[in-house]
């Protein structure tokens, strides 16, 4: 079965700095998905950006980048110019075998002024 | 395009209750995937719904249970509440089985007393 871990409970980072959020995945299958999805205090769940596993290249949306090394099974999230609504929980996902999502237990980021 | 929806907001119960949640996805979406996410466990994953038919089920008992509309509506149900129950039930929405990506919505927080 997919597992996905996040070693970062908690973060800070200085405002306008960038960070990396770590994401490692556990899986076999060949075929397979990454996201990362920010949870602000409201609940909601936003969808930030997407790595399918045959992509030869890094995900990038806006500020958003996806560092993608398959061989050490790792998509960290690098969050370019932080910014104060950034601080949120942010959580990693995989997906494989149609609509199984596995989520790692998620990073609290703290932007500081 | 409206978001995903999800009624209600809040919801408080008792021990031996039974509650049902509802689960309006994106127009156009046909998969309907249930989440629980608690401080002591995390995301986890309940069930997905694709026209009408439950797809996957996670390790729940018997006591969650759902069902998808033919509008792809879905509803949660969770009878005989236990006061671990209490949560943050997520739903989530995809054009298909298998596609790439989820959008959630806002949640239902579930307080059972």
């Known amino acids: 079965a997919q597992k996905i871990t996040q070693t970062q409970p908690g973060m800070f980072v200085q405002e306008k700095e960038a960070v990396t959020l770590d994401c490692t995945y556990d899986?076999?299958?060949?075929?397979?998905?990454l996201f990362w999805y920010k949870q602000p205090s409201s609940g909601e769940m936003i969808f930030l950006i997407y790595q399918g596993s045959y992509d030869q290249q890094n995900a990038t949306e806006g500020r958003y980048s996806l560092n993608f090394q398959k061989a050490r099974k790792s998509a960290n999230l690098v969050i370019s110019a932080s910014q104060l609504g950034d601080s949120a929980m942010y959580f990693c996902a995989s997906f494989y075998n149609f609509n199984k999502f596995y989520f790692g237990s998620g990073t609290k980021l703290n932007v500081k002024p | 395009k409206a978001g995903v929806t999800q009624t209600p907001r809040y919801l408080i119960k008792t021990r031996g209750q039974q509650v049902t949640l509802s689960c309006s996805p994106i127009s156009g979406h046909r998969s309907v995937s249930w989440y629980q996410q608690t401080p002591g466990q995390g995301l986890q994953f309940l069930f997905e719904y694709f026209s009408e038919t439950q797809r996957n089920k996670g390790n729940f008992p018997g006591r969650f249970s759902g069902r998808q509309f033919s509008n792809s509506r879905s509803e949660m149900n969770v009878s005989t509440l236990e006061l671990g129950d209490s949560a943050l039930y997520l739903c989530?929405?995809?054009?298909?089985?298998?596609?790439?990506?989820?959008?959630f919505g806002p949640g239902t927080r579930l307080t059972v007393l």
């Open positions: 989530a929405s995809s054009y298909g089985q298998g596609a790439n990506e989820q959008f």
């Open positions: 899986t076999s299958d060949p075929s397979y998905g």
